[in-house]
């Protein structure tokens, strides 16, 4: 084992920025060398089962042959090309295939390089379709409490305003319009009054509301809300009742982390605009899209600006395009469903959990497992509660009261056993505290 260390992390330490963390108390960082399969390896010999697949990116795991492949011959062609005035195969091959397999009136792609550039944009083209049409007062936004969009200003300001990481900018962002956050569970009967309070704001608020923003199904890092279909689709009626847009953000749960290839499909409704990001590439390289109707794109281009007025300098990378291309087929030619089917069946170890007193609740969805703690519990301590898991052996990021797994798809039935058990030997262990 070699146990030397070559990475630098006192200088890590006092200089280096890692999300989400204090530069005079950060908590510990772990020096990573290298990483295989559903395998972190650390410079100290350890070796982790990854529980997290890279924030949710990494579906195929690390190091696939095919995605290598597709990054080594793109290389020797060009890394890179400005987007403006030029295309290339590998973005054109690219729109081709989300043009297919997203809802069929999503015609349109705007590539941009993170899951928050893609909901700014999304942002825009609805702003910019109302003035486009001569609407002048439809500049606010709707979206449901719990909510999370990304860490840029437009995306920040639809996420909770409360109980987010954002919610010391209040002030500073722009005001939108929140309602509850859907409260009938995946699973559960619907509870009809949800739609009739859902009513009451569009028809107090539409006149303003340029579009709903909405995670399909899952309130990702918001809370893990895993709501019902009915909540959705009854959003989808009141938008076309009252004139406002859907902005669908699928940066989280596009390409089958539900158990269907996109959440809305659990609803069987389309958005105006769908944003993707994380998984698309596989989580090899930084890339996401935005994708909207034939309606919203011409209604933008025959306004007074003519033309989206956005343009990331890496929009359409090549790079990243041929490495998702090659993502995108490399998860259609397997039997993805019956994967995603049998993490499923693994996860449901979790529910061991709910006879720990410390649980509040246990739910799983796809190949999504959460265990949340109760108030008396209290947030995790998340420098604790990493040292164990990595002593154990796994990675586990988890957040507020939320311990939560999103394995790479490739993760066998041994893998995921160990995780859930070391979830649960740490909560009976008391490691988050």
């Not at 947030?379 to 507020?400: L, S, T």
Request: net charge negative; aromatic share 10%; proline share 5%.
């Amino acid at each position: 084992m070699n146990t030397k260390q070559t990475i630098d992390l006192d200088f890590d330490r006092q200089h280096i920025w890692h999300p989400y963390t204090s530069m005079t108390q950060p908590i510990p960082v772990y020096p990573v060398t290298h990483a295989s399969h559903n395998l972190i390896h650390l410079e100290t010999g350890e070796q982790l089962i990854d529980g997290m697949a890279s924030w949710w990116s990494a579906i195929h795991g690390y190091g696939h042959p095919v995605l290598k492949n597709a990054v080594i011959e793109q290389v020797d062609k060009m890394s890179h090309v400005m987007f403006g005035g030029i295309t290339h195969q590998p973005a054109v091959e690219l729109c081709k295939k989300l043009v297919a397999i997203t809802p069929s009136k999503l015609q349109k792609v705007f590539l941009a390089d993170s899951g928050s550039v893609s909901v700014e944009v999304a942002i825009k083209m609805a702003l910019q379709y109302w003035l486009s049409q001569g609407v002048t007062s439809k500049q606010k936004l709707m979206t449901p409490l719990k909510g999370y969009h990304g860490d840029t200003f437009a995306a920040m300001s639809v996420c909770d305003p409360i109980n987010s990481m954002h919610s010391l900018y209040q002030g500073f962002l722009p005001e939108h319009v929140f309602v509850p956050a859907p409260k009938t569970q995946f699973g559960q009967q619907f509870d009809k009054l949800e739609a009739h309070h859902l009513a009451q704001y569009f028809e107090e608020h539409h006149q303003h509301v340029a579009a709903f923003i909405i995670e399909p199904i899952v309130q990702n890092a918001g809370g893990m809300n895993f709501y019902h279909p009915e909540y959705l689709r009854t959003v989808r009626e009141l938008c076309d009742r009252y004139g406002v847009l859907l902005i669908c953000d699928e940066i989280a749960t596009g390409f089958g982390r539900t158990g269907k290839l996109f959440a809305v499909e659990h609803a069987d409704i389309e958005p105006d605009i769908l944003c993707i990001g994380k998984a698309l590439t596989g989580g090899m390289m930084t890339l996401s899209a935005t994708l909207t109707t034939d309606k919203i794109a011409i209604g933008i281009s025959e306004g007074e600006a003519g033309v989206l007025m956005h343009g990331p300098t890496f929009m359409g990378n090549p790079l990243a395009c041929a490495v998702a291309c090659a993502s995108i087929d490399l998860l259609l030619e397997q039997d993805w469903q019956q994967r995603i089917s049998q993490i499923y069946i693994q996860l449901q170890q979790l529910n061991e959990c709910s006879e720990l007193d410390a649980v509040a609740n246990v739910r799983t969805l796809g190949a999504i497992g959460v265990v949340e703690l109760n108030d008396a519990a209290g947030n995790v301590d998340v420098a604790k509660i990493q040292a164990y898991f990595v002593e154990q052996g796994v990675w586990i990021r988890p957040f507020g009261k939320l311990i939560y797994l999103m394995p790479p798809y490739i993760s066998d039935d041994t893998s995921i056993k160990k995780l859930c058990d070391t979830i649960y030997n740490a909560i009976k262990g008391k490691y988050y505290a």
